[in-house]
């Protein structure tokens, strides 16, 4: 997201801005070694430039000083642009799955964007022991499945943002490997280390 000042409504126009802002451009996130931080650094080496990161202590501070103009952008979730787009002191100018997110279907993605290796999704996920036997494994996907399919629930994880996907262990792990291979890229590329 931008505030609604700066001159870009969409994610070619915001490079071209940051790229020539004295003193560089800077983007906020809800924390460093978050996913928020290192969608920026994505950002800054996907587009070559090189935006200050500006951690905040949370979301909600972050969120106050991109509406209030203190920053120009900020990598927040989707369930988070949300909440702020009403105010109308933002824009969303991209989302960062691989596809456009089904609760902003107008927003490009910045994949569409030209910039491919940006792409990071939030998710949530069920786990049992290690040693569960299968049939409980089974069924406990099967009673999960059943739960985030009804009409309650899938209401209620739409309007916090979220959708449900319900892929199953085969592909949660294809999901895990993958993402574990993305951010351990990004956090060596920038040299990122646990105390930053």
Same mark, same amino acid.
């Given at each position: 997201?931008?505030?609604?000042?700066?001159?870009?409504?969409t994610l070619a126009? %915001?490079?071209a801005w940051a790229r020539v802002q004295p003193g560089g451009a800077s983007f906020a996130s809800y924390g460093a070694g978050?996913?928020?931080?290192f969608l920026g650094e994505m950002l800054n080496r996907s587009a070559g430039l090189s935006m200050l990161h500006?951690?905040?202590r949370g979301s909600t501070p972050a969120r106050q000083d991109l509406m209030g103009g203190t920053v120009p952008a900020y990598f927040d979730t989707v369930g988070g642009a949300q909440q702020m787009l009403p105010s109308g002191r933002v824009k969303v100018i991209a989302t960062s799955g691989e596809k456009r997110s089904p609760l902003m279907p107008a927003v490009?993605? %910045?994949?569409e964007g030209g910039l491919?290796?940006?792409v990071a999704t939030a998710w949530f996920a069920y786990y049992a022991p290690l040693k569960t036997p299968k049939p409980v494994v089974d069924q406990l996907r099967a009673e999960f499945t059943r739960a985030v399919n009804t009409r309650e629930v899938r209401q209620q994880l739409l309007q916090n943002g979220m959708y449900p996907v319900g892929d199953g262990p085969d592909a949660l792990l294809k999901t895990m490997r993958?993402?574990?291979?993305?951010w351990a890229s990004i956090m060596k590329a920038v040299?990122?280390?646990?105390n930053d």
């Open positions: 997201m931008v505030h609604k000042d700066v001159p870009a409504n126009e %915001f490079i978050t996913p928020s931080h500006v951690p905040y490009p993605t %910045f994949v491919k290796d940006v993958e993402d574990t291979a993305r040299n990122f280390q646990a």
